[in-house]
């Protein structure tokens, strides 16, 4: 199985924040990556697919970069719904996986 | 807009087997261009993807699950089921149903996810 690793697990940011979240895949997935946020108690909602796409209806603060092994999601300016859980899954081949997630926290 | 719900029970016995369904509404489960999954996610390990099925009735599971799991369509219902046989306290977790692009693999419409216990 491919081994998708993000970092920081946690960090804590501040309102108006620019926000960098990096994962890392075990082998080159080329740009099959996938971001998305949690909220406690809810389920994930996508915000980037195929590294740099962004979903409809998700804001243009959220930007995906990267290819091969790694990928990066950044928020450009935080705001106060920002703050959660992300997670990156890549979608190479089967089985697909997800990183163990960053807590972006106040 | 698409809205998938899952439901089962929420506490299931040690060596029994775990039934989950998961009701599509907004679209047709037939329609192509997408396939209808199964992801958990465990409180310590995180998200697992378990597998999913196409409106066809085609599979693909998660090799770490597979000689315990099926998941089925029922097209006439629009609804999909996930069966897990002789659980244990580790296939405790949030059962999320979910929808998922058949050429991107990324999923767009999730349930709002089921906690399924293991315990006596």
């Known amino acids: 199985d491919i081994q998708m690793t993000q970092s920081p697990s946690s960090l804590s940011a501040s309102v108006g924040d620019r926000v960098t979240i990096t994962c890392r895949a075990s082998?080159?997935?080329?740009?099959?990556l996938n971001w998305y946020q949690q909220k406690p108690g809810k389920a994930p909602k996508v915000l980037i697919y195929?590294?740099?796409s962004l979903q409809s209806g998700v804001p243009s603060r959220f930007s995906g970069s990267g290819s091969g092994t790694d990928f990066s999601l950044t928020i450009s300016s935080l705001h106060l719904e920002d703050f959660a859980t992300y997670f990156c899954?890549?979608?190479?081949?089967?089985?697909?996986?997800f990183g163990q997630g960053t807590k972006v926290e106040i | 807009q698409v809205q998938l719900q899952e439901s089962g029970p929420g506490l299931v016995k040690p060596s029994q087997d775990l039934s989950l369904t998961c009701t599509v509404s907004?679209?047709?489960?037939?329609?192509?261009?997408?396939?209808w999954t199964w992801i958990r996610q465990h409180p310590v390990k995180g998200l697992e993807w378990i597998g999913y099925?196409?409106?066809?009735?085609?599979?693909q599971y998660n090799p770490s699950l597979k000689s315990r799991v099926t998941i089925s369509i029922d097209t006439s219902k629009n609804q999909f089921s996930l069966n897990l046989y002789s659980v244990t306290g580790a296939d405790t977790a949030v059962y999320f149903c979910?929808?998922?692009?058949?050429?991107?693999?990324?999923?767009?419409?999730w349930g709002q996810g089921t906690l399924v216990t293991v315990s006596s």
């Open positions: 979910a929808r998922g692009s058949e050429w991107l693999h990324y999923f767009d419409y």
């Open positions: 195929a590294a740099s």
């Open positions: 099925v196409y409106h066809n009735a085609n599979t």
């Open positions: 907004g679209d047709s489960i037939s329609s192509g261009g997408y396939y």
């Open positions: 899954q890549h979608s190479y081949s089967p089985p697909w996986t």
């Open positions: 082998q080159s997935i080329g740009n099959y």
